[in-house]
C-alpha cells in the first residue's frame, strides 16, 4: 500500500532521505540562500531560480512518509495534548495530524473548487506562472529564515487563486467526540468519512471508540482503508469502514453520529455517480436526495441517549452566489425527530493578507450543531 501512495505522488527511492521526508533535502542548503535580502537586490532573478530548484525534483512540497515513519507518526500523534471544548468554543491550534492525512490522502490535493477548473493544490504547483506567484508571496509576506522551503511554498500555493479543499483537523475531531461522547468504548458513526480526519482523531481517542465511517469515494476509501490497517497496528483496535451513501447505510447502535457532510456545488471530489455534486444540481436537491435520508437513517440507529451532530456553515460558491443551509438543516433535524440542544464554536484561521491584523478575524468559526432525539 504504501508503493500505491508512492506511485501517485511520483516517490523514487532516491526522493526517500529519512522517515518523514520532502525530496527536497538536497537542495536545502540552496533554498536557505534565498533570503529576503537577495530577493528585494533581484526580486525577478531570485524567482526563476526558486522556481528551477524546485522543478528539479518536481514533487508537491509536502512531508513524505515510509510506512515506519508513519507507524512513528501515529504514535506521536496519539500521545499529543487537544486543546478541549470550553464554553462551547474550540479554540485554534489542534494542528497535529495533519501532515499525515495529506501524505495519505493524494486526492485531496487533486479535488478541486467546483466551477474553478484545475485549480487544485497540485495543479498550481505544476503551472509556472502560480508557482512564480507562491514564491513570490514567500517572500514579501514572510519573515525570517527558510522563506521558500516546501513547508513555506505549500502554504503560499494554498493562498494562490482562492478556494482550497479543507480536511477536517483530526484534533478537532477527537475533542469534539470526547466531548459529545463520554462513553467507555462508544460506537461513533462518520457518515461522511471524507480524508481521514475525524477517522484520525476518533481513533485515537483514549475512550476506546469503535468508529463506523463511510464515503462512497472508491478511491478515498482505499486510502482510509490502508489508514485503518496502520491505525490497528498501532492502537491496537479495528474499526468498521464501508464504501457506500450515507442515504443508503443503515447504522445500528450508535452513540454519537458526527461528520462535516458534502455540499452538493463548492467541491468536486471525483465524477462518480454517487457523489453529491454529480446527483443533485440544485439546493432543494441536496436536501431531497441527501439530507433527508441521511438524517432518517442516523435517527433509526441512533441509541436513544444518543446525539447526532454536525458541521455544516452558509457559503458562497464560485459566482458569489449565496446558500443558507445551517437553519435549513436544523429544520429538517427537527422535523425529522431531533431537537437542537446546542451549538460549539470552531474557530478558524484566518487568510493572511492585505487588511487583516492580529485582531481582525478572531471570532470566525464554523458551527457544530448538536441534535437529541425528542
Excluded at 9 to 32: A, K, M, N
Excluded at 145 to 165: K, M, S, W, Y
Excluded at 199 to 220: A, R, V
Excluded at 247 to 266: K, M, T, V, W
Aim: glycine residues 8%; proline residues 4%; aromatic residues 12%.
Amino acid at each position: 500500500m504504501i508503493q500505491d501512495l508512492y506511485n501517485q505522488w511520483g516517490i523514487s527511492s532516491q526522493h526517500i532521505h529519512s522517515d518523514c521526508f520532502t525530496g527536497y533535502e538536497p537542495v536545502y542548503d540552496q533554498l536557505s540562500k534565498f533570503t529576503k535580502e537577495v530577493y528585494d537586490k533581484d526580486p525577478a532573478g531570485t524567482i526563476e531560480q526558486v522556481k528551477q530548484l524546485y522543478r528539479s525534483i518536481n514533487l508537491v512540497p509536502i512531508d513524505y512518509y515510509t510506512e515506519e515513519g508513519l507507524c512513528i507518526a501515529l504514535r506521536e500523534f496519539k500521545n499529543s495534548t487537544v486543546s478541549p471544548i470550553k464554553n462551547n468554543v474550540l479554540g485554534l491550534g489542534n494542528n497535529q495530524g495533519q501532515k499525515i492525512n495529506r501524505f495519505m490522502f493524494p486526492n485531496m490535493m487533486t479535488a478541486e473548487p467546483k466551477g474553478r477548473g484545475s485549480n487544485s493544490l497540485r495543479d498550481r504547483f505544476l503551472n509556472d506562472r502560480k508557482l512564480e506567484r507562491a514564491i513570490r508571496i514567500c517572500f514579501e509576506f514572510r519573515e525570517g529564515a527558510n522563506l521558500v522551503h516546501p513547508t513555506a511554498l505549500r502554504r503560499a500555493l494554498e493562498l494562490v487563486t482562492g478556494e482550497n479543499i479543507q480536511n477536517f483537523k483530526a484534533q478537532n475531531a477527537r475533542a469534539i467526540v470526547e466531548h459529545l461522547c463520554p462513553t467507555m468504548f462508544g460506537r461513533v458513526y462518520d457518515y461522511s468519512a471524507g480524508y481521514g480526519g475525524r477517522l484520525l482523531g476518533i481513533t485515537s481517542s483514549k475512550m476506546g471508540y469503535q468508529y463506523i465511517g463511510i464515503d462512497p469515494n472508491t478511491e478515498t476509501i482505499d486510502n482510509l482503508s490502508y489508514l485503518l490497517i496502520l491505525i490497528a497496528q498501532v492502537f491496537g483496535r479495528a474499526h468498521e469502514l464501508h464504501c457506500d451513501v450515507s442515504e443508503n447505510f443503515q447504522p445500528e447502535n450508535i452513540d454519537l453520529a458526527f461528520s462535516s457532510p458534502p455540499y452538493f456545488n463548492l467541491e468536486k471530489y471525483c465524477d462518480e455517480e454517487t457523489q453529491c455534486m454529480v446527483r443533485c444540481t440544485t439546493l432543494d436537491d441536496w436536501f431531497e436526495l441527501y439530507v433527508v435520508p441521511t438524517i432518517k437513517n442516523i435517527h433509526q440507529g441512533l441509541n436513544s441517549d444518543g446525539c447526532f451532530a454536525t458541521n455544516i456553515a452558509d457559503y458562497k460558491s464560485y459566482g458569489n452566489k449565496e446558500y443558507l443551509v445551517v437553519e435549513r438543516w436544523i429544520a429538517v433535524a427537527e422535523q425529522l425527530g431531533f431537537k437542537h440542544t446546542n451549538t460549539i464554536k470552531m474557530m478558524l484561521n484566518t487568510r493572511p493578507g492585505v487588511g487583516n491584523n492580529k485582531t481582525q478575524g478572531r471570532e470566525k468559526f464554523e458551527g457544530v450543531y448538536v441534535f437529541t432525539k425528542t
